[in-house]
Structure formats: C-alpha cells, structure tokens
C-alpha cells in the first residue's frame, strides 16, 4: 500500500491546543456500517461484565532537556532522551537521545545541565548520542520539559502540561510522550468501570521516536519502526490468559496498548508470557489481530503509523468515514483531541 492512502485535509483549526476536561471529550462510536456520537464521559456504560480494559501506565518524563553551551557556541545544546539505553555502564541513568546541534557533540564530550546534573557522551550514530548522567538525577524531572508534540503550540512551555500530558494511572517512568488515549479517564470513571464488574489491567509500553516517526517511504512496506520498550506482569498476564481461555473481549486503551498486547501474544506463540521486551512491530492493513477485540484511540496525524494500525483494525474505508464525519463534526484531532471507541474489529 501507498503512504498516499493514509492522506486526509484537516483544518488547522480542529488540531486541538488544549486539552480536553478529563471525562468529559466528545466520543465517537464506530462500528462496520454505524457510527455514533457520544460523550466519553458515558463510556463505562460501553463496557459489558466480562470485558477486559488493558491501560497502558508509562509515565512520561520531561524528556527535553538544554545542556549548557560548549565552547565557542551561542545556543544551548538541545537533548530530546528517547530511551533507556542497553549498557553495561554502571549508572543508573543511560540514555539514547537526539540532540541538536548533532555535529557539535562528540563521544567522550562532557554535558553540563545544571550544578548538580552532568551527562557524558559515551556512543553516538548521526544525530543520536548515548548518554551516561552523573549527579543528581532527580534533577531531570526537575529541569526537563515535556516533550509535546510540534502541532501544540507554544511561545513558552506551561507547568500545566506536566500533568495535563499525563494519564491518571501513570506509574512506570520511561515514555517521552503519553498514550493520549488515556488522557480521557478520570479516576470516577475508574471506578464506575470497575464498579461495573469490567476487569483493568495494567501493562507498560514505554512511548518512545518510533510511535511517531514519519513514514517517508512510498511504500509503507519499506518503513522501519523504532523499537520500544515493554513489560507485562506475572499478574497481568495470568489475567489477560484467563480472558483468552474463557473467550472474553479484550479492549485496549490506545495504540500503544494495542502494539503491546499483539507483540506480547505472538512471542508468546499464542499466549501472554510475563516479563519485559521490545517490539517494533508495525500494523497495517491486512494484520491478523490475535488479541484485541475493540479500542479506544483519539484521532491520529495523515499518513502517520498510528493511523494506518487504525485503519488495519477498523478497516480502511471505515476509518475514512469516521474520520470525514469527525472533521464535518468538528471532533478536535490528535494528543489533546476527542476520542473514538472502534466497537467493532474488520474480519
């Protein structure tokens, strides 16, 4: 298939700058020959006993980060952390990131983010570095900023997005961007779907480049995903077996949840197996679901990966349907947008 196929026109006005009143976001429902249009807000009474809600808890962490500069240069050098990295390096903190001016920054070099944070540079390819921090580390969290997407735009970062790009649920540090599928939840709407007898469970994929890097290609078979960082654990895999085994549904908050679960099963051969991994699988039209039953996502950019794993799991002509009755309903668009419940998976 062509990148081409995953184009559409949005008006700049509908890619939403704010984010949505927890709970309360539009909500489209959207079935093979049906959509409707709802509020999330109703959505534990979307759910029905034996359902299985799968939530993502990676926590974002404020991934930009301006080291100060080095001789000779004007501007601060500028690090986006992408993801832990796999060293033998005993630090607690190793990172893969981008960094900007690339060319300016060799291996071996010293970065100075504050008194008391400090990197060294031990690998780089392109515009990529390996860095190994010393000092207080607590101190990212402090001086980091929250990498949001280049469609929100701000003059200044706000405190706010802090919290705001951030689920309720969020535990496991590690995501560079949040699954926003899950910026809609409320801790009340938690409990309304628990209290309905609808099964949570937890896993973690750690968001990192690859959810969003663009497809340049022509042919989407050519792209290449990033791989990212998941974990699964004992109990949550022993939950999401038991839902297998008694053929119960399993609904997946977000596309990361989605990615997760379908990796999960297929190293597993069939079943959930505990523990942590990696995964760069990339879902297109024409994949064989073997885990998810239903989604909820919000609405995702043109030609990105994450619209075309939609369009593989609704159908293709469906999602364009939904997304030209969102755009004529003037639904908001991507991480701060409205949602879209997929109730129903292309056979």
Known sequence: MRRTDFSYHLPPDLIAQEPRQRGRSRMMVVSQHAIEHDSF???PERLVLGDVLVINDTR????????????GMSRPIEILLNRRAQTRVSVPEVWEAWCKPAKRVKVGDELIFSDT???NVIGKEGGTVVLAFEGDTEEIGRIGIPPLPPYIARETPRDSDREAYQTVYAAERGAIAAPTAGLHFTPEIL???GNRGIEIVRITLHVGIGTFKPVKVDDIADHVMDSEQYEISAQSASRLNRALDEHRPIIAVGT???RTL?????AGEG???AGRAETSIFITPGFDFRAVDRMLTNFHLPESTLLMLVSAFAGIETIRRAY???ISSRYFFYSYGDCMFLNERIR
């Open 117 to 119: 944070l400090r990197a």
């Open 271 to 273: 079943r959930f197996v």
């Open 262 to 266: 379908e990796s999960a099963i297929r």
């Open 256 to 258: 990361t949840s989605v």
């Open 60 to 71: 974002v962490i404020p991934a930009r980060l301006f080291a100060r500069p080095k001789s």
């Open 191 to 193: 409990e309304r779907i």
């Open 41 to 43: 807000a109703n959505f």
């Open 324 to 326: 030209a009755e969102a």
